[in-house]
């Protein structure tokens, strides 16, 4: 089982979850930026939008659901994770663990059961070829073997990388 972590910004998760989130509904936190950690060569195809990031809470116990970016994973994965009891930090899913006790949010995940022949159909489709379509396989293997593989961000505040010039999905983009 190959793990990958992600990392959330907690002071926007879980200290600005909307009121309505609490009857248990799901509801939209913001939309997300998801990073593969990359070398400086690869930076600018390492940005992902994650429009789907949803919180809710049921007895106390807060869950995230968002789903993993296609580029990544070449068909849609939806994650979601539960605290393991109220106000713990610690939230559980299918897929992974989400440690919250930390500056964010560390995700381990398993059973992802990503195949490159998906990856590589998924990234020809969206019209890629060539030198950018390797690039963007090879951000694809880096999320499978890497710890930490991603960085979740809610758009603000916007993390230090993405305020570079070559991040695609820096300022304005929400």
């Known amino acids: 089982m190959k793990t990958i972590f992600a990392m959330i910004a907690t002071a926007v ?16 936190l913001t939309d997300g930026i998801y990073e593969v950690p990359a070398p ?7 940005f992902f939008p994650v429009p789907d990031l949803e919180t809710r809470e049921v007895a106390g ?9 296609r580029e990544v994973t070449g068909r849609p994965i939806v994650v979601e994770f539960e605290e393991t009891m109220a106000g713990s930090q610690i ?9 919250c006790t930390g500056q964010g949010c560390a995700v381990s995940y398993g059973g992802l059961n990503l195949k490159t022949v998906e990856i590589r159909e ?8 060539g030198l950018e379509l390797d690039s963007r396989l090879e ?6 073997v890497r710890d930490p593989g991603g960085i979740l961000y809610p758009p603000k505040p916007q993390p ?9 999905y820096a300022t304005g983009v929400f």
């Open 139 to 144: 951000i694809a293997r880096l999320f499978s």
């Open 40 to 46: 400086k060569e690869l930076e600018k195809f390492a």
């Open 91 to 99: 939230l559980t899913g299918k897929f992974g663990l989400m440690d």
């Open 61 to 69: 116990k807060k869950a995230f659901r968002y789903t993993l970016p």
């Open 122 to 129: 998924f990234l020809e489709s969206q019209g890629h070829s």
């Open 160 to 168: 230090k990388s993405c305020k570079s010039s070559k991040a695609p």
């Open 13 to 28: 998760v879980f200290q600005s979850a909307p009121a309505q989130a609490q009857n248990g509904d799901w509801t939209a």
